[in-house]
């Protein structure tokens, strides 16, 4: 039997290859590898695809998380909230833009920043006498929107500024208060989207943007991704080298046309994977009333989650963890101060999650095979269990602790 691919990128190329390499011949004739017509033209058919006024290529989704927070004037001295249940590239972003991240558990049923642990978090901290923290980042995990209509209230009644990372949420939406949909990216004052190629628009090496409706915003997001430059040789102050180059941003339009329809071909997996696994004792992450999920990893959870990866990989099934170890426990993140059980919810989603392959080019007969693959390692655990207890209820009891 075939392997089967947790991403496939072979079949991405091969239904894009055409429509890039004639991009890539006008890049070649132009010379044009870094900016140019090639990434103005992705910029604008991005923010476009949103529905937002700018979109600024840079060269990662990190880049557009650490620019855009320091554009939004976050810095040294300010404190920025996002979950621990993350990629470090969330938490690296606001130390290396000199603030300090500050860890919200996350909600048990979606792994998305809890609202109500937020709310409980600045109620308490409006109460004491240190300053509040100025920013939230919320993370739309696995492409499932977070809650932001209750997060944007709760913004707007702290004073916080809302970065939104949506590096794993490319075309995911939610219902707004009025019934608008609202794509991920696009509420707070600056979204931030990572290319790296596994993702659902994903590059060919790295790259990211950052998207927003303010005109400063954007401004100094571009003077930041390029030394600070105003005209050739003249630079307003130090910035960095974070730009797209024209390659990537090729290959981007490519795929970005495509996306909608490889979105919706993963909502199909997933409905696929939810009816063959809805029966039975996996937690399948909720997808909220109103929220559209853009898939970007399908994510079970299960205690029996070591045995299952064991099976998944000797019948020739890849999978992931996202993520095993929760940011506060990172050594990366030990000047943060935290212990074991700081965050409880996201340490149980990190010993217990596993992401099956989920990608547009999996087929019904794929995901049915990993699926039996599951249901059969499942059964085997149930088993296992009935037979430690069957063992426990026979065996002679404990003798008495001795004092
Ligand atoms: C949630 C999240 N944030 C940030 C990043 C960072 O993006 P990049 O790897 O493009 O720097 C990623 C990428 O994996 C991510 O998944």
């Not at 998305?112 to 980042?137: D, F, H, M």
């Not at 080298?241 to 909608?260: H, S």
């Not at 935290?338 to 919810?345: A, I, L, N, R, T």
Request: charged fraction near 25%; glycine fraction near 10%.
């Amino acid at each position: 039997m075939r392997p089967i691919k947790f991403v496939d990128l072979a079949a991405q190329n091969a239904e894009v290859r055409d429509d890039i390499e004639r991009e890539l011949a006008q890049i070649h004739s132009q010379c044009a590898y870094v900016g140019g017509a090639a990434v103005e033209a992705f910029e604008r058919e991005f923010a476009d695809f949103l529905g937002v006024r700018h979109a600024i290529g840079v060269g990662s989704g990190t880049d557009a998380l650490r620019l855009a927070l320091m554009a939004a004037g976050l810095g040294p001295g300010d404190q920025v909230i996002t979950t621990p249940m993350t990629f470090i590239a969330t938490a690296a972003a606001i130390q290396q833009s000199g603030a300090r991240p500050v860890f919200v558990d996350v909600d048990p049923e979606t792994g998305n920043l809890s609202p109500r642990g937020l709310r409980r978090y600045l109620e308490r901290r409006a109460n004491g006498t240190a300053r509040l923290p100025r920013a939230i980042v919320p993370v739309h995990l696995y492409g499932l929107p977070a809650a932001m209509n209750e997060i944007g209230a709760i913004a707007r009644e702290f004073g916080l500024k809302v970065i939104e990372d949506a590096c794993q949420a490319h075309g995911a939406s939610w219902r707004g208060p009025s019934g608008e949909t609202v794509m991920a990216g696009t509420q707070g004052l600056a979204g931030c989207f990572s290319f790296y190629p596994g993702k659902n628009l994903g590059a060919w090496g790295e790259a990211g943007a950052v998207v927003t409706n303010d005109d400063q915003l954007a401004e100094r997001v571009r003077l930041l991704r390029d030394h600070g430059r105003i005209s050739h040789y003249a630079h307003r102050e130090f910035g960095y080298n974070a730009r797209l180059d024209a390659i990537q941003a090729a290959v981007l339009r490519a795929k970005l046309r495509r996306l909608g329809e490889w979105n919706e071909r993963r909502r199909k997996v997933a409905r696929l994977y939810r009816k063959l696994l809805g029966s039975t004792c996996l937690s399948l992450s909720a997808e909220p009333e109103g929220m559209v999920s853009a898939n970007h990893l399908f994510v079970v959870r299960t205690p029996a989650r070591d045995l299952l990866r064991e099976a998944l990989v000797r019948n020739e099934i890849q999978c992931g963890i996202h993520y095993p170890v929760p940011l506060h426990l990172q050594p990366a993140c030990r000047e943060l101060r935290h212990s074991p059980g700081d965050f409880p919810v996201s340490e149980t989603m990190a010993d217990t999650v596993l992401s099956l392959p989920m990608h547009p080019h999996l087929t019904d007969t794929e995901v049915g095979r990993v699926a039996q693959v599951v249901r059969d390692a499942l059964g085997g655990y149930r088993e296992l269990l009935a037979g430690g207890l069957r063992q426990m209820a026979t065996s002679s009891p404990l003798p008495p602790r001795r004092r």
